[in-house]
């Protein structure tokens, strides 16, 4: 993120006044009016498109690439950055700021290039899969790896992602990307995670810093591993194989 930092619940009175409310077409003079407050306040920031709000007089801006949204006012003046909540009818809370960004994390997963991913398929059909933003040196990252076969066996493919915990100028980088520029990734991967003595060797054009500012700025990993399910919710740590299952309904 360029300049916001952890959300803020917005709760107390706020909460009653939320409902379900269809979306409706901005005005182009107010979503001008909007977006030029906040780029003049904020240059550093991108924004997306100005949305009506499920409350009334607020908008929906999206914030560097959608992971964070403002609720803005109608001159752009003024703004609430937070998660929105709704108040079920039937009862509890509904988180509608998360549901928006689970279904842009299945999106933006789902464009990324498989190919560039180290990828362990199930033999037989495979029912769903994951992705696991994964370093070789934690112990949970161990944990989950042996888990793998497990996990194919019931058919889910585990799609790894390189997330360098220590950062892209660490021997943790050199570590991970020396099983990207394998020749086997999959063998290279399961031998670093082992432990085992693998001649570090890392390749011009690897997409380890590519996978790695997508966990940081998109998907905001903050430690390893972190799974993100089918429909791109998130799981940050180890889950086991019998919970993983029934998470992904299979």
Known sequence: MTVFNKPLMLAGAMLALLGPVAQAEVDAQVAKAIKARLEAGNPKASYGEVRESPISGLYEVDVDGGTNTLFVSADGSHFIFGDLYQVKASGGLANLSEQRRTTQRAKIMEAQNVDDM???????????????????????????HNDVPELNKR????????????????????????????????????????????????????????????????IDVRGTPTIVMQ???????YLPPETMIKALGI
């Open 231 to 237: 429909d791109g919710s998130v799981v940050p740590g």
């Open 155 to 218: 058919g889910i493919e585990v799609r790894y992602l390189a997330f360098p915990r220590a950062g892209l100028n660490s021997l943790g980088y050199r570590k991970v990307a020396t099983a990207w520029c394998a020749e086997d990734r999959n063998k290279t991967l399961t031998a670093l995670k082992n432990r085992e003595n693998v001649p570090l060797k890392v390749c011009d054009k690897n997409p380890v810093a590519q996978q790695y500012q997508l966990g940081n700025d998109v």
């Open 118 to 144: 180290i990828v362990f398929s199930p033999k037989g059909e495979t029912k769903a899969h994951i992705y696991v933003f994964t370093d070789v040196d934690c112990g949970y990252c161990r944990k989950l």
